[in-house]
């Protein structure tokens, strides 16, 4: 049985949590590697609408395992909040949901400070999630953190707590003009949150080297995306996690060799939410058709996501930085009715174009996407199950992507339900991972 990353090539929300859907039911566990409840990734199944955030999508199929692993920030509210809304919507969670104990916790001082930190910078501003999860990956960097197996040596945690207290209340005084809080009083609260945390932490790294060892399978779910990395990503214009595929081995405690492959996800246009650098954004009638047709508008916080072409400099860079063995290309359906369609092939820097991406943000700042312009197909993708009946337009847009990439393309999608999906059956990769041998 393979064990598979899924990732996300672009600025995230590329419908990694669709994709995870829909292979879901070919694994046997699926785990989260990084992030926290900034990560929203919807899922329709049959007309109704599931927001996951801290929970793997996989959760969504009967039976399946789902890991919360070492490399994630819990909010142990939102993991509550969350449970409880599956649960309302009759998904069972019994015996199914393990949490990392080496996790580390999100406290109200993080997300005090993420809010005060984002003021602070003024127009300067990364527009995070307000979550708390930077200044969370902070403390965890800063060896000052406190991890989810704290809550179980309740002194241990009262101290804890009170020293970072009494280091972010003179913060928050002589910094970010707010008021004190109360150590005891956040312990209180987390510490009575801890009973009902019990019965999901586990040691997840020996939990999934269990899982390998007895030959069961199991998916990586990345949230955010590549150009969203801490590392790798348009920093500082990121997250505070490894998003990328690497991610997935500290992130969890797995080792690289028991990793079989990667799918990197791709939306056929770009989007980012938040501040930064974006080199292929449009400001004009055809991004609003794209922002609207695509619905794109945050899962998290509900902010309008900013629309562009499809970026082939940025999906090659994050085909290099995963070695992404096969593509997926999300919202083909979205451009349907364009009539014409452009990919950015390079950019060009005061004169030249640049052969790789740039590390700094001035000169990504500065760039002029070099765009190919290709007709629109103008037909509606949506009930298309085989690619050959996919216009030829179509066809030839997704094969220039595929040629720019470097990079096969298995499954385009064509709309937000399981069944609007087209599976490329005879890509060497699905059959490599996916045949019942392997
Ligand atoms: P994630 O964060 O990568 O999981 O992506 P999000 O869930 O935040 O954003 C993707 C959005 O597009 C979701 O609302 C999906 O339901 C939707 N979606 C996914 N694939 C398709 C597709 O092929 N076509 C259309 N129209 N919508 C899609
Ligand atoms: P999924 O998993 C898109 C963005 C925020 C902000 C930056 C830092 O749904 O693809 P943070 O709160 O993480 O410190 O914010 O990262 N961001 C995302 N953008 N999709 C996400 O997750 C994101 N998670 C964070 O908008 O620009
Ligand atoms: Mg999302």
Not at 103 to 121: S, T, V, W
Not at 125 to 141: H, L, N, Q, S, V
Not at 417 to 425: G, S, Y
Request: aromatic share 8%.
């Amino acid at each position: 049985m393979s064990n598979i990353v899924i990732v996300g090539s672009q600025w995230g929300d590329e419908g990694k949590g669709k994709i995870v859907d829909l292979v879901t039911e070919r694994f046997d566990v699926v785990a989260r590697y990084q992030g926290g409840h900034n990560a929203g990734h919807t899922v329709s199944i049959q007309g109704k609408k599931y927001i996951l955030h801290l929970i793997p999508s996989g959760i969504l199929h009967p039976g399946k395992l789902c890991v919360i692993g070492n490399g994630v920030v819990l909010d142990p509210f939102a993991f509550q909040e969350e449970l409880k809304t599956l649960q309302n919507s009759g998904i069972s969670i019994q015996n199914r949901v393990f949490v990392s104990n080496r996790a580390h916790l999100i406290m109200p001082y993080h997300r005090a400070i993420d809010a005060a930190e984002e003021q602070r910078r003024g127009a300067e501003k990364i527009g995070t999630t307000a979550r708390g999860i930077g200044p969370c990956y902070e403390d965890k960097m800063a060896r000052r953190g406190i991890r989810v197996a704290d809550l179980f040596f309740p002194d241990l945690l009262r101290a804890k707590v009170r020293a970072n207290v009494e280091f972010k209340n003179r913060l928050f005084k002589h910094i970010y003009q707010l008021p004190p809080m109360d150590a005891d009083e956040i312990s209180d609260t987390y510490l009575a949150q801890a009973q009902a945390l019990a019965a999901f932490v586990t040691d997840t790294a020996e939990f999934l080297s269990r899982i390998i060892h007895e030959g069961r399978s199991i998916l990586f779910e990345g949230a955010q995306g590549t150009l969203l990395d801490v590392d790798h990503g348009t920093y500082p214009f990121v997250t505070s996690s490894n998003a990328t595929a690497g991610g997935a081995c500290t992130g969890t405690g797995v080792g690289p060799r028991h990793i079989d492959g990667v799918i990197g996800i791709a939306k056929a246009y770009t989007t980012r939410v938040g501040g930064g650098p974006f080199p292929t954004e449009l400001h004009d009638p055809v991004g609003r058709h794209i922002q609207q047709k695509g619905t794109e508008f945050g899962s998290s916080t509900g902010r309008p996501r900013r629309c562009g072409w499809f970026d082939a400099v940025v999906v090659r860079y994050a085909t290099l930085i995963n070695q992404v063995d096969t593509l997926v290309i999300t919202k083909l359906d979205v451009l349907d009715e364009l009539d014409e369609i452009q990919i950015c092939v390079g950019y060009r820097y005061r004169g030249r174009v640049l052969d790789c991406f740039p590390t700094e943000i001035s000169v990504l700042d500065e760039v002029e996407p070099v765009c190919e312009k290709w007709p629109g197909w103008k037909t509606d993708t949506s009930r298309i199950h085989h690619y050959e009946e996919l216009p030829r337009q179509a066809r030839e847009y997704l094969d220039r992507i595929s040629q720019l990439i470097g990079t096969d393309i298995s499954i385009i999608s064509t709309g937000p339900n399981r069944a609007e999906t087209i599976v490329l059956e005879q890509s060497p990769r699905l059959q490599q991972w996916f045949s019942p041998q392997s």
